[in-house]
């Protein structure tokens, strides 16, 4: 593993089920962010973690969870999908957050139907 | 509310210079990035302000006014691979990232 990695790259879900979305990183990042990215806005935070043990709420945390356990990982979880949760999701993490740069994963493209 | 604005797109030709512009309306300012993403692939950093001034980084610099809530990307010696969207994105008093839609930044041979 080199940086941070997502599964699934894409996944189609029926309305109603529950999504688990993995995020992974090797660079002994403290904080780690889920954005999702929709055509014509920008990327909107999700959920954050400043360090293991830890979660907030960004600005869209409405239907979704997550987990920090450890360092390395930081899954989000969508209870019951909508249709309006399709949109390519971003895990990223930074050393320490704050003024820190943002290193992103390659993303998840998830489509609800 | 916060608010941060980019043209939506932009057409440039290989070899030209082209300046991408970013106004921000913020609650706070701890700093502005720029950010480069290739269609269908993540974002990658490019640059940070947080202090006035010019900074330049290679075939790309990046400019930050605070007093005016502006700032520029300005890509010199364009090349294809230059083509990509452009990500603005300010820190505001939270810490937290907010973030232009981008700029898709079209390069014509």
């Known amino acids: 593993i080199a940086g941070i990695t997502q599964a699934p790259t894409s996944q189609i879900l029926a309305a109603g089920r529950r999504m688990t979305l993995r995020c992974t990183q090797d660079?002994?990042?403290?904080?780690m962010y889920w954005y999702r990215q929709d055509l014509g806005l920008g990327l909107r935070l999700i959920h954050y973690?400043?360090?293991?043990?830890?979660?907030g709420k960004g600005e869209v945390p409405d239907g979704y969870s997550v987990s920090r356990a450890n360092t390395d990982d930081f899954p989000l979880t969508l209870a019951s999908a909508v249709p309006s949760q399709t949109s390519v999701y971003f895990c990223?993490?930074?050393?320490?957050?704050?003024?820190?740069?943002?290193?992103f994963g390659p993303g998840t493209r998830l489509t609800v139907l | 509310g916060q608010n941060i604005d980019q043209p939506t797109e932009m057409t440039a030709t290989e070899g030209a210079i082209v300046q991408i512009n970013c106004t921000y309306q913020?609650?706070?300012?701890?700093?502005l990035f720029w950010y480069q993403q290739h269609a269908g692939e993540a974002p990658t950093f490019l640059s940070y302000?947080?202090l006035d001034g010019l900074e330049e980084k290679g075939r790309f610099s990046s400019f930050l006014s605070r007093s005016k809530g502006y700032s520029y990307l300005l890509l010199k010696e364009l090349q294809m691979k230059d083509s990509a969207s452009y990500l603005c994105?300010?820190?505001?008093?939270?810490?937290?990232?907010?973030w232009g839609a981008g700029t898709k930044l079209i390069i014509k041979p």
């Open positions: 994105a300010v820190l505001d008093s939270n810490y937290q990232l907010i």
């Open positions: 990223a993490s930074s050393a320490a957050g704050g003024r820190d740069t943002q290193y």
């Open positions: 973690s400043n360090t293991a043990g830890t979660t």
């Open positions: 302000n947080v």
């Open positions: 913020t609650s706070g300012f701890n700093g």
């Open positions: 660079m002994r990042h403290n904080a």
